[in-house]
């Protein structure tokens, strides 16, 4: 049978659940597949399309990956939204809207309304393809899927997923050969890739002593040198980059040509010579959004087939025609049965079974050694095993070693209070933090930590997970900073590197005697990161990129501090919710470390804005879905930054049905006295960043007082700008707006006299001030209900007789309109509000 019976009727139990589980969401569910070659924009608008829902998540093949489009996602909507998911690294706000992870941790258990995998054609990749493919089978968003890929899996989508919409992505711009080329006649901007360290560390010493200097980029090291290498070679400070394939998958760089080294490469199971398809993913980097690029090889390999440059330049490659496949339904009776389930063979041609997978091989050791199999007794233990069997080994050494690593650990947590004893702990974490070293003395202690960080993020295997997280994640960072020098002292030469570095310096350092804010940061940013006290450029840029929000100190101005370093300021935007950002000196950084630090102020500037609506979800109400009357409230209240009268929402209120009140309750959205607000936007907090983000669009300070006085003189205020604030005019005063809404609340609760008698006091509202409040507020000032009820007991005019002079028998005021009675039907108008509104 071919793999195309794989659609038909006898599809097995794993094509007939993902049918299922499409549908699972409903007809209304929509499956794309966006295909087509490097440089397309795929994940550029997969990313876009995700944003346009209420929730959403992403599959990316590379830790680093993950976390570039993290931090893209997270500049567009602030932190607070955005989770960031991988086997090292966890990024879990309170309430995430967004998840971006490595395939491998995406949490399918949370359901979304937009599902995104990216580099899907890794289904059938030796090793990793089961992955892949099982997410191809199962993972569904609610509302719309999108799995993004090279064009040869264009026929297994469609036959997997009938209904799938298939989408032909176009390169932006050509891809052509140049020939062979020496290392010595390379144009700038070029990227020359091998595929191995050594060969890679040989061709960037030859270029460093021909060239200059050059960055170096290899998938053993970890994301935070990586980055960093990337951050050199984007910002200019070198020109040339050597590399492995690992800038093959998703690395946005600046690149006009890649030379190939190497044509072929140990894939972990023999020497092999690259598909075409594998060539066209690597050279397709070259020529990025409008550029055109060239690839080509070094003149010490022959020029290559031309079948092989004519596929690369169409991308014109053979479909894939099978997927790796693992079982899914595993069965945790016993070491035996779940090794069976694992080795269970596909029923159809389309699939191939893994051949060999880390995991699988440590559960087939561990399963024989006597003491693990006294303590697997049930189902509980067997599971725990294997989830110690998906511990990766990322040092690639003696499997025997890592399968000893494993077996310490899982009879540790079978043991005693189930978790891993410290002392132990601190015996494998404490030989690693250590920076000293050359560059592959400091990629094996890179590699192991690794190990240790994936384990700290197991809470419930350590006592104080946080700690660990925390002590594995300070030497990860030590270590990767600490290779990153020892790759630029290597293959970059010191005096290109001293005269970027006297940039820096000579920027920061007038400092000890003057007033410059960089003063202290410039004693930071020094030549070398091991002196006591010093910091490097990439260090001190790290730590910002990776500090989370409370970190930064933001004054009433918009300025913007970091470990009490004076880093950036909010400046003016399009409106209140849009500030845009600015260093304090940004002649100080390179183009990499400059670009890096902006993106971070982005973000934090879209979490200030949140924390000014309090947490108000804006753009999950005004998404696909919603009714128009709550779309058309959601966008008044995000534009009054949480905060509008009842007149301005008088008409979407109407019309809101009940399913639709219950969810903007849900969101803290409540009807006031006079407002319509978001509980959270009155909180002080949320006041203080309104008035810093209301004050820098208006471009003039706040008025003294605002926000922490509840009570301020209304002279010179007009109604607009107070509200703008978060005040409302009432008669001579300004009063907060939170605290216009609690005396109205009490107002209009029949025995709310005493909380308003108690408020009045505390504000210090007397005589004729307090009484024009109240009045204005809807209320009666305190004595006139029982002197009414005295005027009825001698038989005075009813009392609506006395409503004719004022509301609830006060004086009629100028300026000010009637309102109804407490006891009455609660407002839904505009009343009482201020004409000049």
Same mark, same amino acid.
């Given at each position: 049978?071919?793999?195309?019976?794989?659609?038909?009727?006898?599809?097995?139990?794993?094509?007939?659940?993902?049918?299922?589980?499409?549908?699972?969401?409903?007809?209304?569910?929509?499956?794309?597949?966006?295909?087509?070659?490097?440089?397309?924009?795929?994940?550029?608008?997969?990313?876009?399309?995700?944003?346009?829902?209420?929730?959403?998540?992403?599959?990316?093949?590379?830790?680093?990956?993950?976390?570039?489009?993290?931090?893209?996602?997270?500049?567009?909507?602030?932190?607070?939204?955005?989770?960031?998911?991988?086997?090292?690294?966890?990024?879990?706000?309170?309430?995430?809207?967004?998840?971006?992870?490595?395939?491998?941790?995406?949490?399918?258990?949370?359901?979304?309304?937009?599902?995104?995998?990216?580099?899907?054609?890794?289904?059938?990749?030796?090793?990793?393809?089961?992955?892949?493919?099982?997410?191809?089978?199962?993972?569904?968003?609610?509302?719309?899927?999108?799995?993004?890929?090279?064009?040869?899996?264009?026929?297994?989508?469609?036959?997997?997923?009938?209904?799938?919409?298939?989408?032909?992505?176009?390169?932006?711009?050509?891809?052509?050969?140049?020939?062979?080329?020496?290392?010595?006649?390379?144009?700038?901007?070029?990227?020359?890739?091998?595929?191995?360290?050594?060969?890679?560390?040989?061709?960037?010493?030859?270029?460093?002593?021909?060239?200059?200097?050059?960055?170096?980029?290899?998938?053993?090291?970890?994301?935070?040198?990586?980055?960093?290498?990337?951050?050199?070679?984007?910002?200019?400070?070198?020109?040339?980059?050597?590399?492995?394939?690992?800038?093959?998958?998703?690395?946005?760089?600046?690149?006009?040509?890649?030379?190939?080294?190497?044509?072929?490469?140990?894939?972990?199971?023999?020497?092999?010579?690259?598909?075409?398809?594998?060539?066209?993913?690597?050279?397709?980097?070259?020529?990025?959004?409008?550029?055109?690029?060239?690839?080509?090889?070094?003149?010490?390999?022959?020029?290559?087939?031309?079948?092989?440059?004519?596929?690369?330049?169409?991308?014109?490659?053979?479909?894939?025609?099978?997927?790796?496949?693992?079982?899914?339904?595993?069965?945790?009776?016993?070491?035996?049965?779940?090794?069976?389930?694992?080795?269970?063979?596909?029923?159809?041609?389309?699939?191939?079974?893994?051949?060999?997978?880390?995991?699988?091989?440590?559960?087939?050791?561990?399963?024989?050694?006597?003491?693990?199999?006294?303590?697997?007794?049930?189902?509980?233990?067997?599971?725990?095993?294997?989830?110690?069997?998906?511990?990766?080994?990322?040092?690639?050494?003696?499997?025997?070693?890592?399968?000893?690593?494993?077996?310490?650990?899982?009879?540790?947590?079978?043991?005693?209070?189930?978790?891993?004893?410290?002392?132990?702990?601190?015996?494998?974490?404490?030989?690693?933090?250590?920076?000293?070293?050359?560059?592959?003395?400091?990629?094996?202690?890179?590699?192991?930590?690794?190990?240790?960080?994936?384990?700290?993020?197991?809470?419930?295997?350590?006592?104080?997970?946080?700690?660990?997280?925390?002590?594995?994640?300070?030497?990860?960072?030590?270590?990767?900073?600490?290779?990153?020098?020892?790759?630029?002292?290597?293959?970059?030469?010191?005096?290109?590197?001293?005269?970027?570095?006297?940039?820096?310096?000579?920027?920061?350092?007038?400092?000890?005697?003057?007033?410059?804010?960089?003063?202290?940061?410039?004693?930071?940013?020094?030549?070398?990161?091991?002196?006591?006290?010093?910091?490097?450029?990439?260090?001190?840029?790290?730590?910002?990129?990776?500090?989370?929000?409370?970190?930064?100190?933001?004054?009433?101005?918009?300025?913007?501090?970091?470990?009490?370093?004076?880093?950036?300021?909010?400046?003016?935007?399009?409106?209140?919710?849009?500030?845009?950002?600015?260093?304090?000196?940004?002649?100080?950084?390179?183009?990499?470390?400059?670009?890096?630090?902006?993106?971070?102020?982005?973000?934090?500037?879209?979490?200030?804005?949140?924390?000014?609506?309090?947490?108000?979800?804006?753009?999950?109400?005004?998404?696909?879905?919603?009714?128009?009357?709550?779309?058309?409230?959601?966008?008044?209240?995000?534009? %009054?930054?949480? /905060?509008?009268?009842?007149?301005? !929402?008088? =008409?979407?209120? &109407? @019309?809101?049905? #009940?399913?639709?009140? $219950?969810?903007?309750?849900?969101?803290?959205?409540?009807?006031?006295?006079?407002?319509?607000?978001?509980?959270?936007?009155?909180?002080?907090?949320?006041?203080?960043?309104?008035?810093?983000?209301?004050?820098?669009?208006?471009?003039?300070?706040?008025?003294?007082?605002?926000?922490?006085?509840?009570?301020?003189?209304?002279?010179?205020?007009?109604?607009?700008?107070?509200?703008?604030?978060?005040?409302?005019?009432?008669?001579?005063?300004?009063?907060?707006?939170?605290?216009?809404?609690?005396? %109205?609340?009490? /107002?209009?609760?029949?025995?709310? !006299?005493? =909380?308003?008698? &108690? @408020?009045?006091? #505390?504000?210090?509202? $007397?005589?004729?001030?307090?009484?024009?409040?109240?009045?204005?507020?809807?209320?009666?000032?305190?004595?006139?209900?029982?002197?009414?009820?005295?005027?009825?007991?001698?038989?005075?005019?009813?009392?609506?007789?006395?409503?004719?002079?004022?509301?609830?028998?006060?004086?009629?005021?100028?300026?000010?309109?009637?309102?109804?009675?407490?006891?009455?039907?609660?407002?839904?108008?505009?009343?009482?509000?201020?004409?000049?509104?």
């Amino acid at each position: 049978m071919g793999w195309k019976a794989v659609a038909g009727r006898e599809a097995g139990p794993e094509v007939r659940l993902s049918a299922m589980n499409s549908s699972a969401s409903g007809r209304s569910s929509v499956v794309v597949a966006e295909l087509g070659p490097t440089n397309t924009g795929k994940t550029h608008r997969a990313i876009e399309r995700m944003l346009e829902h209420d929730t959403g998540m992403m599959g990316l093949p590379l830790r680093l990956l993950a976390r570039e489009v993290y931090d893209r996602v997270t500049a567009r909507v602030g932190e607070g939204r955005v989770a960031l998911m991988t086997g090292e690294e966890k990024r879990l706000p309170p309430r995430p809207d967004y998840w971006i992870c490595t395939v491998e941790a995406m949490p399918l258990d949370r359901a979304v309304d937009f599902l995104a995998v990216d580099e899907i054609q890794l289904a059938a990749h030796r090793e990793r393809g089961h992955v892949f493919t099982d997410r191809l089978l199962h993972a569904r968003g609610r509302k719309e899927t999108w799995f993004l890929g090279a064009e040869t899996m264009r026929p297994m989508v469609q036959s997997l997923i009938p209904h799938v919409s298939l989408k032909r992505a176009t390169r932006l711009s050509q891809l052509r050969y140049a020939g062979r080329r020496s290392l010595k006649s390379l144009p700038p901007r070029s990227a020359v890739v091998a595929f191995s360290a050594d060969r890679v560390y040989e061709l960037a010493e030859a270029l460093r002593r021909l060239r200059g200097g050059v960055a170096v980029v290899l998938g053993a090291l970890s994301p935070r040198t990586r980055n960093a290498q990337v951050a050199m070679y984007q910002s200019g400070e070198v020109q040339y980059l050597v590399a492995t394939d690992a800038i093959g998958m998703g690395l946005n760089l600046d690149l006009g040509h890649v030379a190939f080294a190497s044509l072929s490469k140990f894939d972990g199971a023999e020497q092999r010579e690259l598909f075409p398809d594998e060539l066209a993913q690597i050279a397709g980097r070259a020529g990025r959004h409008l550029n055109d690029g060239t690839f080509g090889t070094l003149n010490t390999l022959e020029e290559l087939p031309p079948r092989v440059v004519t596929a690369i330049e169409t991308h014109r490659f053979p479909a894939v025609r099978s997927l790796i496949w693992r079982n899914a339904e595993l069965d945790f009776a016993s070491p035996e049965a779940l090794l069976d389930s694992l080795s269970r063979a596909p029923r159809h041609n389309a699939f191939v079974r893994v051949e060999r997978a880390d995991d699988f091989d440590a559960l087939k050791d561990l399963s024989h050694i006597p003491a693990v199999r006294d303590v697997v007794t049930d189902r509980a233990g067997v599971e725990l095993l294997w989830q110690v069997c998906q511990i990766p080994d990322f040092r690639k050494g003696l499997f025997g070693q890592h399968v000893s690593l494993l077996r310490e650990t899982f009879l540790q947590l079978t043991a005693g209070d189930g978790v891993l004893d410290a002392t132990w702990l601190s015996k494998q974490v404490s030989p690693l933090d250590d920076v000293s070293g050359d560059i592959h003395t400091l990629m094996d202690r890179l590699a192991a930590i690794r190990i240790w960080t994936y384990i700290s993020h197991r809470s419930s295997w350590l006592r104080d997970a946080e700690q660990w997280q925390e002590r594995t994640r300070h030497i990860e960072d030590a270590l990767g900073d600490a290779l990153h020098e020892r790759l630029v002292e290597r293959f970059v030469q010191r005096a290109a590197r001293r005269s970027a570095r006297r940039f820096v310096r000579a920027s920061a350092t007038p400092a000890a005697s003057s007033d410059n804010p960089f003063a202290k940061l410039g004693a930071l940013l020094g030549e070398s990161g091991s002196a006591e006290g010093l910091m490097t450029e990439e260090q001190f840029v790290q730590r910002v990129v990776d500090a989370t929000h409370e970190v930064f100190e933001v004054d009433a101005f918009g300025n913007i501090s970091f470990e009490s370093q004076p880093l950036g300021r909010l400046v003016r935007g399009t409106d209140r919710r849009s500030p845009q950002v600015a260093l304090a000196e940004p002649e100080v950084w390179t183009g990499g470390a400059r670009r890096r630090l902006e993106r971070r102020l982005h973000a934090l500037a879209r979490d200030l804005v949140t924390e000014a609506m309090g947490g108000f979800p804006a753009e999950s109400l005004t998404g696909a879905g919603r009714t128009p009357p709550t779309r058309g409230l959601a966008y008044r209240l995000a534009e %009054g930054m949480g /905060l509008i009268t009842v007149g301005e !929402a008088r =008409e979407q209120w &109407a @019309l809101l049905d #009940e399913e639709s009140r $219950e969810r903007l309750k849900a969101v803290g959205v409540r009807e006031g006295r006079r407002f319509v607000y978001v509980a959270g936007a009155l909180a002080p907090q949320a006041l203080e960043r309104r008035c810093m983000l209301t004050a820098l669009f208006l471009q003039k300070p706040s008025p003294r007082g605002v926000p922490r006085e509840p009570v301020l003189d209304a002279a010179g205020w007009n109604v607009r700008e107070a509200r703008a604030f978060g005040y409302e005019l009432l008669g001579p005063v300004a009063l907060r707006i939170d605290l216009v809404e609690r005396l %109205g609340e009490a /107002l209009r609760h029949p025995r709310g !006299a005493p =909380e308003v008698q &108690a @408020l009045t006091r #505390e504000l210090r509202l $007397e005589g004729g001030t307090r009484a024009l409040v109240l009045r204005e507020l809807g209320g009666a000032p305190q004595g006139s209900a029982s002197k009414r009820r005295r005027r009825r007991r001698r038989g005075s005019a009813p009392a609506m007789a006395s409503d004719k002079a004022g509301t609830h028998g006060a004086p009629a005021h100028a300026g000010t309109h009637p309102m109804p009675r407490r006891d009455g039907p609660e407002p839904r108008g505009a009343q009482g509000t201020p004409k000049s509104d």
